[in-house]
């Protein structure tokens, strides 16, 4: 399409049989980071939605989707002649957020119209990013607590699909709350910088608050299955929605812009005054303070058969370094800073070491095989 040549499509219909209680299959797109090997099929997922509300969930399906334009045959999406999905992974129990009434379940201040949750389905976008070698799904959507009364909260996954397959579990996920607060958040949408830091922004309202649009987040140092960075507000709601339809901000989408891989650009609805269908917008931007890749690291390669990488940067004031490796083969790395070894980690590809100083600094750095003198080319981190 792009060369101006003509456009071929492959499609598949999937069964009943093969969907189950899923609709609104969500497929992965690519933002940030490297881009997914040759030949990878792409990645889809979706949650089910059953006949009646109360049900509580254990699983992401996931369809893997092989398009072959050269011999179209040879495309397949599943698994067999009805397309089941290739796997199915097992995720912390959650609740679609709709009851036997329907969707329209979020409360707003002043009015007894209610809001549609879409809590059904995956929400859009499903972020595919690729890591110094590690290949994950980022996913988002919204779910009921305390059924049937609420309030909603926004679950998020990170799986690990690295070797084009997908986890038996996610490598992490959160319901998130904000500890408790009350307020229905919904609608989420999910993105991730060039580093690793993801955000999510969505909706939320109450009985005695105007719906309104926040985002929170965690940097991809922080603790696993929290969004450490915590919550801001983008727009704060000063009116509600009287229309019977209940719609708000099923268009909204937060993304990356491409020009720096690091600033987070979110659109969602919003509500100056009161009113019914009157579908107000507002774009917001914003960005981690430690995203930036400065200060930039000085790598001096030697000859070795680890390659390491590494990155510093400051969380209020104190250094940290992200180091990212390849080529290891023990199941422990050692990791030294300045000839002394600080960590022996499991051999995942990645480690953060904190040095704690606040000042100008320099740190030397490799990774070994665990026990060996098997080790990685030395990195240099100035700050």
């Known amino acids: 399409m792009l060369t101006g040549g003509a456009a071929h499509t492959i499609a598949f219909n999937i069964t009943p049989a093969g969907l189950g209680d899923s609709y609104s299959l969500v497929p992965a797109?690519?933002?940030?980071?490297?881009?997914?090997?040759?030949?990878?099929?792409?990645?889809?997922?979706?949650?089910?939605?059953?006949?009646?509300?109360?049900?509580?969930?254990?699983?992401?399906?996931?369809?893997?989707?092989h398009v072959d334009f050269g011999t179209p045959a040879n495309s397949t999406l599943g698994l067999g002649?009805?397309?089941?999905?290739?796997?199915?992974?097992?995720?912390?129990?959650?609740?679609?957020?709709?009851?036997?009434?329907?969707?329209?379940?979020?409360?707003?201040?002043?009015?007894?119209?209610?809001?549609?949750?879409?809590?059904?389905?995956?929400?859009?976008?499903?972020?595919?990013?690729?890591?110094?070698?590690?290949?994950?799904?980022?996913?988002?959507?919204?779910?009921?607590?305390n059924y049937p009364n609420g309030p909603t909260a926004i679950r998020w996954y990170q799986m690990n699909v690295t070797g084009g397959n997908f986890p038996g579990t996610p490598a992490q996920q959160q319901s998130w709350t904000n500890g408790n607060d009350g307020l229905w958040r919904w609608m989420p949408s999910i993105a991730v910088d060039q580093n690793g830091n993801m955000a999510i922004a969505y909706s939320t309202s109450s009985a005695t608050q105007e719906p309104s649009v926040r985002y929170a987040g965690r940097l991809?140092?922080?603790?696993?299955?929290?969004?450490?960075?915590?919550?801001?507000?983008?727009?704060?709601?000063?009116?509600?929605?009287t229309h019977s339809s209940g719609r708000w901000g099923d268009y909204s989408m937060l993304t990356i812009d491409p020009a720096d891989n690091l600033s987070f650009w979110h659109t969602n609805e919003y509500y100056p005054v009161t009113a019914s269908a009157s579908w107000f917008t507002r774009i917001g931007k914003f960005q981690f303070p430690t995203a930036s890749p400065t200060p930039t690291p000085t790598t001096t390669p030697t000859p070795g058969q680890i390659r390491l990488n590494a990155r510093g940067y400051k969380v209020h004031g104190q250094q940290a370094v992200d180091l990212s490796w390849t080529g290891a083969t023990s199941s422990n790395v050692d990791v030294y800073r300045d000839g002394v070894v600080v960590a022996t980690t499991p051999n995942d590809g990645f480690y953060t070491d904190s040095p704690g100083g606040r000042g100008h600094a320099s740190y030397t750095y490799k990774v070994c095989n665990a026990g060996t003198q098997t080790c990685s080319n030395q990195v240099t981190v100035t700050f």
């Open 81 to 145: 002649v009805n397309h089941t999905p290739n796997a199915n992974v097992t995720v912390a129990g959650f609740i679609d957020a709709f009851t036997s009434t329907g969707t329209l379940l979020v409360p707003q201040n002043g009015t007894a119209q209610k809001l549609d949750t879409l809590g059904d389905k995956i929400m859009t976008p499903l972020v595919y990013q690729n890591r110094s070698g590690t290949e994950s799904l980022w996913a988002s959507q919204t779910v009921i607590l």
């Open 220 to 241: 991809a140092s922080d603790p696993l299955n929290d969004l450490g960075q915590g919550e801001a507000v983008m727009t704060a709601g000063a009116g509600h929605q």
């Open 29 to 65: 797109g690519f933002r940030t980071g490297t881009p997914p090997p040759a030949g990878r099929d792409e990645f889809l997922i979706s949650v089910d939605s059953p006949a009646t509300g109360g049900v509580t969930l254990t699983q992401v399906h996931g369809w893997k989707f």
